[in-house]
């Protein structure tokens, strides 16, 4: 064999081990081995409650710069946890604050695994299972009175009222305090995997919403 040939057979050996620029950042080979934060594993999830399991993605990538915002639905594709993390910046004084949110959310799983010995990321899928209300009210007129009728709610709502209480407990809980966010972050996710109505918000809201919906049957 020749020079440029052996130099030819070694170029395409080279190219054969070099990933594809062209393949799509979800595909398997990337995310065979990727680790949330380089330390959670998200492929073991467990998930308990049927109707919310297609609308609850969890991924290695927690940040994809809002490639669905543009998309009905997708965010139901975008992972969980990047979805708590938007969440978290809907506030006045945070909004655009994605590092700081990444860094809180981060902060407070490697809290929520000291605590508990279990991965965060499925205490997560867990806390938001159980902060997911299944029944609200809604207002209908008859002619010029207003009368609440409860109705159930969608699996993709359920998912997003759950972080919406998730983020406004988180909020309230460092309301003028010395609690920091991580802290309260990490408080209310055990409490919420925990289905303790007392000291989790998002689980006193999902009652509340209940109780009003179950008495406007």
């Known amino acids: 064999m020749s020079g440029e040939e052996t130099e030819a057979a070694s170029d395409e050996d080279v190219a054969a081990d070099e990933p594809d620029p062209d393949a799509p950042a979800s595909s398997e080979a990337a995310n065979e081995n990727a680790t949330l934060f380089g330390v959670w594993d998200v492929t073991e999830i467990a ?11 969890v991924t ?3 940040h994809t710069m809002g490639r669905h915002a543009s998309k009905q639905f997708k965010k139901s594709e975008i992972s969980l ?25 981060r902060d407070a799983f490697d809290i929520v695994h000291e605590r508990t010995e279990e991965n965060p990321v499925q205490i997560l899928v867990t806390a938001v299972e159980n902060a997911a ?25 359920r998912v997003d009222q759950a972080l919406l209480f998730i983020s406004d407990g988180v909020a309230s809980a460092t309301y003028k305090s010395t609690t920091s966010a991580a802290e309260a972050l990490a408080n209310e996710l ?16 999902k009652e509340e919403r209940e109780r009003v919906a179950a008495a406007a049957r």
């Open 81 to 105: 946890v990047e979805r708590l993390i938007n969440r978290l910046m809907q506030t006045d004084e945070n909004t655009g604050k994605k590092q700081q949110a990444t860094r809180i959310v």
């Open 133 to 157: 209300p299944r029944e609200e009210t809604v207002r209908l007129k008859y002619g010029g009175i207003s009368v609440p009728k409860a109705v159930d709610v969608a699996p993709q709502r």
């Open 47 to 57: 998930y308990e409650d049927p109707s919310t399991k297609r609308y609850m993605t």
């Open 190 to 205: 055990v409490a919420a995997a925990d289905y303790d109505v007392e000291g989790s918000y998002s689980i006193s809201q």
């Open 60 to 62: 290695p990538i927690a």
